[in-house]
């Protein structure tokens, strides 16, 4: 079945430091994939998407590439804040349905 | 509404109880999804509506769980004779329907912490 691998955490950078979290992915179809984030006592929103390969998603000075050949879509900011504390969720979607496969999540801490 | 909503934010039951959980999706959203997060997991799917039918319910983990969905509206996940396993955060999610292109993206409610005891 589908599964989503996501590195382990937590992660803790000092503001301003280049960010990546890696996202790899096992389909049987062909997925669109996403990046979830969760701040502190807020609902799930979705922070960015891509839906065929070489796409990239983009918001907030984050970024991802949906890249096929390697299965992987990671997160990427070159500067972060102390703001972007949050837990980071990746996801796949397939099928008609649509429905989410998310990986475990990381809390990444970012600070002053 | 602005954005989904779900009701109660917490419950504390004991085990063997009956629980009701409440999803109010965004107006004009037919596809609802519930999912559930137990700590230090991802999110799990559990089941999808597409208007008032569940055409996939595959992530119900026992027949202990159940949801409906009536009016293309509201949805109502219940947990019968709760276990200590249940304890989760349950989720809610709604989309555009399917082939308006706006179906991927899912909005999520705040959830339900489940806590039983």
């Known amino acids: 079945g589908d599964s989503v691998t996501q590195m382990e955490g937590p992660v803790t950078l000092s503001e301003e430091a280049f960010l990546t979290i890696n996202c790899t992915y096992t389909?049987?179809?062909?997925?669109?994939l996403f990046w979830y984030v969760q701040y502190p006592g807020e609902g799930l929103q979705l922070l960015l998407k891509?839906?065929?390969?070489?796409d990239k998603g983009s918001n907030k000075g984050f970024e991802a590439t949906y890249r096929k050949e390697t299965t992987s879509f990671h997160l990427e900011k070159g500067s972060v804040q102390v703001s972007d504390s949050a837990v980071y969720f990746c996801a796949l979607s397939t099928g008609a349905n649509s429905k989410l496969t998310f990986g475990k999540g990381i809390t990444l801490s970012v600070r002053p | 509404g602005a954005g989904v909503s779900q009701s109660p934010s917490n419950k504390v039951t004991e085990k063997g109880k009956d629980v009701e959980l409440r999803c109010d999706p965004i107006s004009g959203h037919t596809a609802l999804y519930w999912y559930r997060q137990r700590l230090g997991q991802g999110l799990e799917f559990l089941i999808y509506?597409?208007?008032?039918?569940?055409?996939?319910k595959s992530g119900l983990p026992s027949d202990r769980f159940s949801a409906e969905r009536t009016g293309e509206s509201v949805s109502t996940l219940t947990i019968q004779r709760t276990q200590q396993e249940d304890s989760a955060v349950y989720l809610c999610?709604?989309?555009?329907?399917f082939g308006t292109g706006r179906q991927e993206t899912q909005y999520f409610g705040p959830g339900t912490r489940l806590l039983v005891l």
């Open positions: 891509a839906t065929k390969a070489d």
């Open positions: 389909a049987t179809g062909y997925p669109s």
């Open positions: 999610a709604s989309s555009y329907p």
């Open positions: 509506f597409q208007g008032n039918s569940a055409p996939d």
